[in-house]
């Protein structure tokens, strides 16, 4: 892992987190871990819906709302947790946060710069969506 080597410290800001346990995984975030909710998504029909803390699961099951995924955040750091099939949750993507100096090391230590898999936004996450830059 190139972004690890020669440095003090890894800032992490973001990650996805995929699992069939999303209530359970999402409440001991905000119980234990002290997290907030941010927003709940998902859609009622085929209108995409959001719903902010305050709304229970049970309310929105009475809508007939299908989850999409949670947002947490506990300072600068925010986790989204989304429905898949593992019990144990699984790690989708992450995002690091990189000053100008990182940022350009990851670039030129990338393979096929010219792929869009080495297109870095300028947080370090990559242009496709998928992993950041670790």
Do not use: K
Request: hydrophobic share 40%; proline share 4%.
């Amino acid at each position: 892992m190139f972004l690890l080597q020669n440095r003090a410290a890894l800032h992490l800001f973001h990650y996805h987190l995929v699992t069939s346990n999303v209530r359970e995984v999402e409440a001991r975030y905000l119980a234990r871990l002290g997290f907030r909710l941010v927003a709940r998504y998902g859609r009622i029909g085929e209108e995409q819906v959001h719903y902010e803390a305050g709304v229970s699961w049970e309310e929105l099951e009475r809508l007939g709302f299908r989850h999409r995924l949670s947002e947490l955040e506990r300072g600068a750091v925010n986790v989204v947790v989304q429905p898949g099939q593992w019990p144990l949750p699984r790690v989708d993507h992450l995002g690091v946060a990189l000053d100008d100096d990182e940022f350009h090391d990851v670039l030129d230590g990338l393979p096929g710069r010219d792929t869009p898999a080495a297109r870095l936004d300028r947080r370090g996450a990559r242009e496709c969506g998928r992993a950041a830059a670790v």
